[in-house]
């Protein structure tokens, strides 16, 4: 609960999934710097858009973490300009220069979600184009630091590549459940709320079966259950909520 | 469930996936090894 208020869950998230990408893509050094960096970066623009979207929208009903960080916004702010130059210090001197050339398609996707927020009517329940970009800037953001670190890779087919695009999906999914569930979408009523969901959940199990069937040939790859592991806990959360 | 319960649940689908991988990659190593 504590992480959550803190904004302190996705940055331990992406932390324990860039090991799993460090892994399933066979990087044998993870520069421990980019492992601070990029939960510092996460934990930012968290903080950010929880305080971008408390003064932005102040007619809205917030959550408990939204209103977290208005009570103490003087602290964030501050905490958020330390991280800010602690960031920019250890990536412009110390962190390898093609980690952040890498980083560039996440920074690009982050933009177009704080344009969205920034122009987005405060009366929309949930925005469909919003999920996508938060949800493939925090995908990307996990799988670029890595490309950046082994050069041997291509940056393009490896954030393009199946498990990026598959995990993806999941973030997009998860971050479009949450809304959905609390909200509730201003085109559908709850009813096809749930089944626009579970429809995303059965296109991303039947991909993670395709792809583990056509494409790496193994039944019981790991990264693929994992996701499909996370599939059906959704699936589960969705129907019994 | 209360939205503060739905959101953590979701944070938690995203943990146990994760932790599934090595769970998982441990039982059943790649051929390569």
Same mark, same amino acid.
């Given at each position: 609960m504590y992480l959550n208020v803190m904004s302190l869950d996705a940055p331990l998230l992406a932390l324990l999934w860039l090991y799993v990408f460090a892994d399933y893509w066979d990087v044998s050094y993870v520069d421990p710097l980019l492992a601070v960096v990029l939960p510092l970066v996460v934990w930012l623009i968290y903080s950010v858009d929880r305080l971008v979207d408390t003064s932005l929208h102040k007619e809205c009903e917030f959550p408990i973490r939204h209103r977290f960080h208005q009570r103490h916004k003087k602290i964030f702010i501050g905490c958020i300009a330390v991280v800010a130059l602690l960031v920019a210090?250890?990536?412009?001197?110390?962190?390898?220069?093609?980690? $952040?050339?890498?980083? &560039?398609?996440? $920074?690009?996707?982050? $933009?177009?979600?704080? &344009?969205?927020?920034?122009?987005?009517?405060?009366?929309?329940?949930?925005?469909?184009?919003?999920?996508? &970009?938060?949800?493939?800037?925090?995908?990307w953001g996990v799988g670029a630091g890595l490309v950046g670190l082994d050069l041997s890779m291509n940056i393009f087919a490896k954030l393009l590549s199946r498990e990026m695009l598959c995990f993806g999906l999941l973030c997009v999914i998860n971050i479009t459940a949450v809304d959905l569930w609390v909200k509730g979408s201003s085109e559908l009523d709850a009813d096809l709320d749930e089944w626009a969901l579970t429809l995303a959940l059965v296109v991303l199990g039947l991909f993670c079966m395709l792809f583990m069937g056509l494409k790496v040939r193994r039944m019981d790859d790991p990264f693929y259950v994992a996701i499909l592991i996370a599939t059906a806990l959704m699936y589960m959360l969705n129907r019994s909520r | 469930m209360t939205a503060d319960f739905l959101r953590i649940a979701a944070d938690l689908v995203l943990l146990v996936s994760a932790a599934s991988y090595w769970l998982l990659r441990d039982l059943n190593p790649p051929a390569k090894f």
């Open positions: 210090v250890l990536s412009l001197n110390f962190l390898q220069w093609s980690v $952040v050339q890498s980083a &560039m398609a996440p $920074v690009a996707a982050t $933009v177009g979600f704080f &344009m969205l927020s920034f122009f987005s009517e405060p009366g929309k329940r949930v925005s469909y184009a919003k999920n996508l &970009m938060a949800g493939f800037a925090f995908a | -």
